[in-house]
């Protein structure tokens, strides 16, 4: 990706520069070999919407290997890129993010986790490499591994039962799941911007079940705690970290919340991150499950089809507040 001149970055969105609280110390870690992390992960759900996974069973080989490929793809000349784009979405997407008008100092990768589904767009992904999409496969099976113990422990800390209930969407032929590829080239412009800082990706939340995210060792990730203030979270390339996406918060009624979260863009480092969207089949329902709600308490929201919020969040802006056209109001 091209480091553009100063007068083009006016084209991007740029943030008065300010010091984040640090959440080195704060920030839940849940050890998956800990006979006590179905309780941390419910608590860390309910706090933060946002967990640190240590202890995952993901060989570091793989993380290293896939990360390894992706910078040599990110690597090519622009135009090499450009032929598995634009995406579809699938496929290679530089700047923009989404079709509304959001752009980003990113280009990434976007692909579906389904064999059912192919996509043109990503044939020239691999087409120079077969140790790329390896790479790929041998990850995303990783971690979809670790996803589902994460769901499943999940459902034990909230007493809810099968232990599958979440799991189950995940593991199903026809999840809509899907896995992404971030990069965020350094701009040395920033250094001229007066002490702002660059967007990389814009404040938002994740629509799926959770998300589980594997970076690099450079900064930028901020999550927006309760008190309205962001926080940055310290990268750790040996970890991994869960959110908690809307469609979680939905199943929870609210007990769980969606975190909002960004990037900001480095003046010196690139940042990569790999993302697995957890996503159940397009005609699932969601809903809140009915164990999590008191005898007089009613669901917040009203229950629609996965496919049905999709669409409605590939329509909204990033920052946009998704879940608000599916809460039950007194008018109903």
């Known amino acids: 990706m091209v480091v553009l001149s100063q007068p083009a970055l006016e084209h991007f969105s740029l943030i008065k520069a300010c010091k984040p609280t640090s959440l080195s110390c704060g920030i839940p870690v849940i050890d998956l070999t800990d006979p006590e992390a179905k309780n941390h992960i419910v608590r860390a759900c309910e706090e933060y919407g ?43 997407g530089s ?42 496969d041998e990850y995303i099976s990783a971690v979809k591994k670790m996803a589902f113990e994460v769901l499943e422990l999940m459902a034990d800390g909230l007493r809810i039962q099968p232990r599958n209930v979440l799991s189950r969407l995940l593991k199903d032929d026809k999840s809509d799941s899907c896995f992404r590829l971030n990069h965020y080239p350094p701009c040395p412009e920033l250094q001229a911007l007066n002490g702002r800082n660059l967007i990389g990706f814009g404040e938002h939340t994740d629509p799926q079940i959770i998300s589980v995210l594997r970076s690099n060792n450079t900064s930028g990730l901020q999550i927006l705690l309760r008190d ?21 918060q939905v199943m929870t009624n609210g007990r769980f919340k969606s975190v ?50 999709k669409k409605s969040a590939y329509k909204s802006r990033l920052a946009d507040y998704r879940l608000g056209l599916f809460e039950k109001t007194a008018a109903h």
């Open 228 to 248: 309205e203030t962001w926080a940055t979270v310290p990268p750790d390339h040996t970890s991994f970290f869960v959110n908690v996406g809307d469609a979680l």
């Open 50 to 92: 946002f967990f640190k996974v240590v202890n995952h069973g993901v060989p570091l080989e793989f993380m290293a290997k896939l990360e390894t490929e992706a910078v040599k793809f990110f690597g090519l000349p622009q135009f090499e890129k450009d032929k598995a784009g634009p995406p579809d979405p699938f496929g290679y």
């Open 260 to 309: 909002k979260h960004r990037v900001l863009a480095d003046t010196k480092k690139s940042r990569l991150s790999m993302i697995y969207f957890g996503a159940p089949p397009l005609n699932e329902k969601i809903a809140t499950l009915p164990k999590l709600v008191e005898k007089e308490e009613e669901s917040l929201y009203r229950e629609f089809t996965w496919c049905e919020y």
């Open 95 to 136: 700047k923009r993010i989404g079709p509304n008008g959001d752009v980003g100092w990113i280009e990434y990768l976007l692909l579906n986790t389904n064999n059912r589904v192919t996509s043109n767009k990503t044939l020239p992904i691999f087409g120079h490499s077969q140790i790329f999409r390896s790479a790929v």
